[in-house]
């Protein structure tokens, strides 16, 4: 049977206190609407209608997919409200409709697969078979699925009230609920799975006659059970996937639960995490077997952890690569960067920008690289910035050697070529080539390219006053 999915993102998120749509907030790197939209994906829909209003453009522009329809809400009058707008796009289909709200970004795919294969089964239950459906074949009663949670605190949830078989008979909303109705622990999700054209019977019914002067979608529950159609609960064994979010503390709690979900699968995967509460990891990261981490580590954007490698504690590693056997000391900073076999960064180094470090290369402590490219085997040990920077094979860079790029207008290039020895506090002032095996001298300004096996050297004279301090000490016993 054919499926199309329903996802509700209009709500200002009042709660929030910001600029931003709600469902544009972001969990570990991505906005929330992308774990829902991710998870309905596992059911393969025929369609995905998104119902957008605050900040329309913004959430539209974000969704940018193929095979789905935007709807605006213009007024926000509840779920019930938002579903009946998209009635254009089903009205006349046959087949299931999945409804679920873009804030909820803890549902899986395969939670959602799930009951749909329980709606199926339903139907198949009612005395359909799926596999040769026909027009000829007339669903009588079934007309959906409620999933539902017990959670520990069903404060701001709407109640499921239901039989002993599990047929739902009403869902009450917390504002509407009497005493003994929110004393149950079983709550609605805010998912459900309707056979649309049941569902198309009974939403032009909806009333607003509540505390919250809405439409909800819950009411088409009681509005179906009296037209003699049944609509099931289906309770979802981990309550987390059902929590909504509506403010930043909210949002702070999902996104701790998802994050260590994902230490947990990669942990179970190979990867040892050391204080796990304590380490970021975004979306898209992804570590290999036999890595180990230490705590307070952050990994941000298109992060990729080579097997073998070693984290220490305050490192942030963003959208970069790094390859196998790496050791990253501590209080290192490295972005938009590709690291390889073997090399050793830090402690205290920062990679930056286009910065590719090359097999068992070492870049230590106070160590700054943007832009540039290092050679295998070569050492920048301590206190230097090489800036736009290539740097050959085996070169040795001195303590304190800074690559001046920059004239003030335009940045320039320098070039160290293999097994260059760069004496400590040289200054390169690009554009500039120090060529095979040449040297330079500690303390020298580099002007000119240095040739093959050269040493370039520049220094003014050493000058030596004899008895300056006395001189100076009564210099300013005279003036007081």
């Known amino acids: 049977m054919k499926t199309k999915a329903i996802i509700l993102s209009a709500g200002k998120g009042t709660r929030f206190k910001s600029k931003k749509p709600k469902v544009l907030h972001e969990i570990l790197g991505k906005p929330m609407l992308f774990y829902v939209k991710t998870a309905v994906q596992w059911i393969k829909p025929d369609e995905v209608i998104f119902v957008v209003g605050h900040k329309k453009d913004e959430v539209i522009k974000y969704i940018d997919c193929n095979r789905c329809v935007v709807v605006e809400q213009k007024e926000q009058l509840g779920t019930g409200h938002a ?11 046959d087949g299931f409709l999945i409804i679920l709200n873009g804030d909820t970004p803890l549902i899986k795919g395969q939670t959602l697969k799930n009951a749909l294969e329980y709606a199926k089964a339903m139907l ?18 079934f007309a959906g699925v409620v999933l539902t949670a017990k959670v520990p605190n069903p404060q701001g949830y709407g109640r499921v009230i239901k039989d002993k078989n599990g047929k739902v008979l009403k869902i009450v909303e917390e504002k509407d609920a009497t005493l003994d109705e929110k004393k149950i622990n079983e709550v609605n999700s805010g998912i459900y799975i309707f056979y649309a054209p049941y ?6 019914k909806l009333s607003n006659k509540n505390a919250q002067g809405e439409y909800y ?13 049944e609509v099931y609960a289906l309770e979802i064994p ?30 179970l995967n190979g990867t040892t995490f050391h204080n796990p509460e304590s380490i970021w990891i975004e979306f898209d990261v992804q570590f290999s077997p036999d890595v180990e981490i230490f705590q307070n580590c952050i990994f941000k954007g298109e992060t990729i952890i080579g097997e073998d490698c070693v984290i220490e504690a305050n490192c942030i590693i963003k959208n970069s690569k790094i390859g196998k056997n790496v050791k990253i000391l501590a209080n290192s900073i490295i972005e938009d960067s590709i690291i390889e076999d073997g090399a050793v960064i830090g402690p205290f180094a920062r990679l930056r920008q286009n910065t590719v470090i090359k097999q068992k290369a070492v870049i230590g402590n106070f160590v700054e690289i943007k832009n540039s490219q290092i050679g295998e085997k070569t050492n920048a040990r301590h206190l230097s910035y090489l800036g736009d920077a290539t740097v050959g094979r085996e070169v040795n860079i001195g303590a304190g050697t800074i690559t001046c790029n920059y004239d003030g207008f335009k940045k320039h290039k320098t070039v160290i070529k293999d097994k260059a020895f760069i004496g400590s506090d040289t200054m390169l002032v690009a554009p500039i080539t120090v060529e095979e095996e040449a ?8 002007t000119r390219n240095v040739p093959k096996k050269a040493l370039a050297i520049e220094r003014t004279p050493l000058k030596i006053i004899e008895n300056y301090v006395e001189k100076r000490r009564k210099k300013y016993k005279d003036n007081e």
Do not use: C
Not at 217 to 229: A, F, N, S, Y
Not at 439 to 446: K, N, Q, R
């Open 199 to 204: 569902l198309k019977e009974v939403i032009h």
């Open 83 to 93: 579903v009946k707008e998209t009635l254009p796009y089903w009205e006349d289909f």
């Open 238 to 267: 981990d309550y987390t996937q059902i929590l909504g979010v509506n403010d930043r503390w909210q949002l702070s709690s999902v996104e701790n639960i998802l994050k260590m979900q994902y230490l947990h699968f990669w942990a």
């Open 439 to 446: 040297m330079t001298a500690s303390g020298s300004v580099i």
């Open 124 to 141: 198949l239950y009612e005395g359909a078979n799926i596999d040769t459906y026909s027009p000829s074949y007339k669903n009588e009663k």
């Open 217 to 229: 979608l819950t009411d088409v529950i009681e509005l179906l059970k009296r037209e003699g159609k």
